[in-house]
């Protein structure tokens, strides 16, 4: 504990020398703006192609630069200050704590620090430490060197995992986009694809496979909520999309699924308060270990036409798979082999359409 406890205040003491240092280098900056912004530059190039002969020469001509240097890091100069001096302590203390012993016989004790005032041989160790952390201050320049060499290959780090998750983010909404368009473009998945425009389209389905962002999507809550269908492969959805349902025309297809409630409701609706309801049980699938799949199994139909609503008798169960899932898109194939792309209703449009 003891140990630790001086590291902290070792670290500390560090910060308040850099934060001093950044205090001063602040003023010379305001007063010599363009010079300084160049020797900062160049003293990075310095270290990041380890030409140390020219940092010593820098260095010696601002010295305070070499302080500058990791505070312009920013995070990649807080972390490799931090790391260096952790490392630095975690083996300068035990290292002093065993030499103590070695060369007097006695071992040193800590502890007496946390005794009342008076104690025997309380000033004694106080004095030890201090002169020993006095001497471990002369050192400083080790560890600011040692900081400085960290620094570029902890920027590189930095650098290259940011851009990697944004990028992929970014990535993944373009190619939603597109998908959307070629979607539009076939009226739904009415009129076939050409060749190009299959192609584009079974790369991108692939694409954003590898993009899924949600782990065990089929008992995610992501998956829940009201879906609207923008693209299929059912004939039979498709044929009432491009007919209508008794002369009413199509307005839309969405589904209602509630994975925690167990219920999913597929709704083909027309105009004149005319739609087509088939409801049905859902569940993850317990044996799939991606969790991507999912079973369903229909439970109610009913059709209504204009004022008219006719039961009808639901007949057949299956499954689907989620190819992507995210807040907004849902790509799935099920047990025929048929694909849907579905957008997420809005929660302000739902409420004003349920």
Request: with cysteine; glycine share 8%.
């Amino acid at each position: 504990m003891m140990r630790l406890s001086l590291s902290v205040l070792l670290l500390v003491s560090g910060a308040s020398a850099l934060a001093r240092c950044h205090s001063t280098r602040t003023v010379v900056a305001r007063r010599t703006s363009g010079p300084v912004a160049t020797v900062r530059s160049s003293l990075f190039d310095l270290v990041e192609r380890r030409d140390f002969s020219g940092l010593v020469t820098r260095a010696g001509q601002e010295p305070a630069s070499l302080l500058e240097l990791v505070k312009d890091a920013g995070v990649a100069g807080a972390i490799a200050y931090t790391v260096v001096e952790l490392s630095f302590f975690a083996i300068a203390l035990p290292i002093g704590y065993f030499a103590w012993h070695a060369s007097t016989g006695e071992w040193l004790q800590p502890l007496l620090l946390l005794r009342e005032d008076g104690v025997d041989g309380k000033a004694r160790v106080l004095g030890l430490l201090l002169s020993y952390i006095v001497l471990l201050k002369s050192l400083f320049p080790v560890r600011l060197g040692s900081t400085l060499l960290l620094t570029p290959t902890m920027k590189r780090l930095l650098d290259g995992l940011q851009p990697v998750a944004v990028g992929a983010s970014e990535r993944a909404e373009a190619l939603k986009s597109e998908l959307l368009e070629l979607a539009s473009a076939s009226r739904g998945g009415i009129e076939p694809f050409s060749n190009d425009e299959q192609a584009r389209f079974d790369s991108i389905v692939k694409e954003l496979t590898a993009f899924t962002p949600i782990p065990s999507p089929a008992s995610s809550a992501a998956f829940s909520g009201e879906w609207e269908c923008r693209w299929t492969t059912e004939s039979e959805l498709n044929f009432v999309v491009d007919k209508g349902l008794l002369g009413q025309p199509w307005v839309r297809t969405y589904q209602i699924i509630d994975v925690a409630g167990g219920k999913l409701e597929n709704v083909i609706e027309c105009v004149g308060d005319s739609c087509l309801r088939v409801g049905s049980t859902i569940a993850p699938d317990d044996d799939d270990e991606e969790g991507r799949r999912f079973n369903f199994s229909f439970d109610r139909c009913a059709l209504r036409w204009r004022s008219i609503e006719v039961p009808l008798p639901p007949v057949g169960r299956g499954w689907g798979v989620l190819v992507y899932l995210d807040e907004t898109l849902r790509i799935q194939c099920d047990v025929r082999g048929d694909m849907l792309i579905a957008e997420k209703v809005p929660p302000k449009r739902v409420t004003g359409d349920a």
